[in-house]
């Protein structure tokens, strides 16, 4: 299944910046074991914010819901995911 999958960040401002550099790389890690695993098909960011936008395959909503909860920011993410369905007009 298909997955469109947005997240805002949730970070207060005071968070410590070393801390938040260090979440980044390894959320950077992640997303390219995902790629590489083809979970993550696109990732996009949102100009003038922190947000992203993605474009998951998983089995389903529990794999998906699995690995979204791996990601080192998940405390501080606002997740919405939309299951995706073919179109008739891709068929």
Same mark, same amino acid.
């Given at each position: %299944? $298909? @997955?469109?999958?947005?997240?805002?960040? #949730? #970070?207060?401002?005071? @968070? +410590?910046?070393?801390?938040?550099?260090? %979440?980044? &790389?390894?959320?950077?890690?992640?997303?390219?074991? /995902?790629?590489?695993?083809? %979970?993550?098909?696109?990732? /996009?960011?949102? +100009?003038?914010? &922190?947000?992203?936008?993605?474009? @998951? !395959?998983?089995?389903?909503? &529990?794999? #998906?819901?699995?690995?979204? !909860?791996?990601?080192?920011? /998940?405390? /501080?993410?606002?997740? !919405?995911?939309? +299951? #995706?369905? !073919?179109?008739?007009? $891709?068929?």
């Amino acid at each position: %299944m $298909e @997955f469109l999958v947005s997240a805002r960040s #949730l #970070l207060p401002r005071d @968070f +410590p910046p070393e801390r938040r550099a260090e %979440m980044r &790389t390894l959320e950077r890690a992640v997303a390219g074991r /995902w790629r590489a695993e083809g %979970m993550l098909q696109r990732l /996009w960011r949102v +100009p003038g914010r &922190t947000d992203w936008i993605g474009l @998951f !395959t998983a089995a389903d909503s &529990t794999v #998906l819901h699995d690995a979204l !909860t791996t990601l080192p920011m /998940w405390p /501080w993410l606002d997740v !919405t995911v939309q +299951p #995706l369905a !073919t179109h008739p007009q $891709e068929r």
